[in-house]
């Protein structure tokens, strides 16, 4: 392969699609420049951002991960799976039971496999941060669960749940009906969130159930997205609309996730699917 070429996989859970470079065998000198240039439509490959898979003396693999604008986020649900699937199926790990070191803490995850290839993962996703000054949101309370809101001349139920990435989840009569392009980017870039922040739609379909639609910081409206899927269901569960075991019903696909209360530990179980492996043009 040329020095000027460099490979990627690319790689989606429930639609919420990034580009996968093994940093095991590439070296990227400016990732966030480069998740922008790959996460264009038109002018590159097409994704919600960049995920690389870096070595790791404190798990199997570490990943990183950033949005199209090149942001770095902290975690990402869909994005570790995914890379769950990488390393097994590229026989870089042997086992069924991975590690993986994130901005967001060591996440423990169980692989499941059809033919040799993984096709569904279940993540610890670790414990839900509600402390205010942890989301961060601006607020004179101590945590943010239920609260009234007004942003785009509207008032909104907001809870602000954190899963090493900030969240606002609020909720809605009916997801389909929404206007996600207007009011996004107005709690995206809100003065309340000093990190900006990603914002779930929520409408809750039974005590099992819900539809969501998010606006992600740093990629706009995704078809998916795990931690905020997790943060929405302890939304769900705090605001008492449903039980500890939710299926997401999200565009791109079904998540569902599970609240174990003995140990404040949500599970998020889905899919990861590999679309194709290709080569790129460095810049250098
Ligand atoms: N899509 C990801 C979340 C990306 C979060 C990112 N937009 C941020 O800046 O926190 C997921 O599946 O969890």
């Given amino acids: 392969m040329g020095e000027w070429m460099m490979k990627f996989t690319k790689m989606h859970g429930c639609g919420n699609d990034y580009v996968y470079i093994n940093c095991l065998e590439e070296k990227v000198d400016n990732p966030a420049e480069l998740a922008r240039r790959v996460s264009d439509r038109h002018f590159g490959i097409g994704s919600d951002g960049l995920i690389l898979i ?3 003396d404190r798990a199997d693999v570490r990943m990183r991960m950033f949005n199209a604008d090149g942001s770095e986020g902290e975690m990402c649900g869909n994005g570790i799976r995914c890379v769950a699937k990488y390393v097994y ?10 590690s993986v070191e994130t901005g967001a803490g060591i996440k423990q995850l169980d692989l499941f496999t059809e033919q040799g290839k993984v096709v569904q993962v279940r993540v610890d996703m670790g414990e839900p941060v509600l402390a205010a000054a942890q989301i961060p949101v601006v607020s004179d309370k101590a945590e943010v669960i239920g609260v009234p809101v007004e942003v785009g001349g509207k008032t909104w139920e907001m809870t602000c749940v954190s899963m090493g990435n900030p969240h606002a989840v609020v909720f809605v009569p009916d997801t389909a009906g929404l206007d996600l392009i207007s009011y996004g980017p107005l709690f995206e870039h809100h003065e309340m969130f000093p990190k ?6 929520v409408q809750v379909l039974s005590r099992e159930e819900i539809n969501m639609r998010v606006w992600e910081r740093g990629s706009g409206e995704t078809l998916a997205c795990g931690t905020g899927t997790c943060a ?3 939304a769900c569960i705090l605001t008492g609309r449903t039980g500890h075991r939710v299926l997401v019903h999200l565009l791109g696909g079904d998540l569902t996730i599970e609240y174990e ?3 404040n530990h949500i599970f998020m179980t889905g899919p990861a699917v590999t679309v194709y492996e290709g080569e790129i043009e460095t810049i250098r």
């Fill in 54 to 56: 870096c070595p790791s």
């Fill in 89 to 98: 199926d590229h026989h870089i790990v042997e086992k069924t039971g991975l």
């Fill in 196 to 201: 900006r922040v990603n914002t779930e739609f």
């Fill in 232 to 234: 929405s269901v302890m």
């Fill in 261 to 263: 209360e003995k140990s």
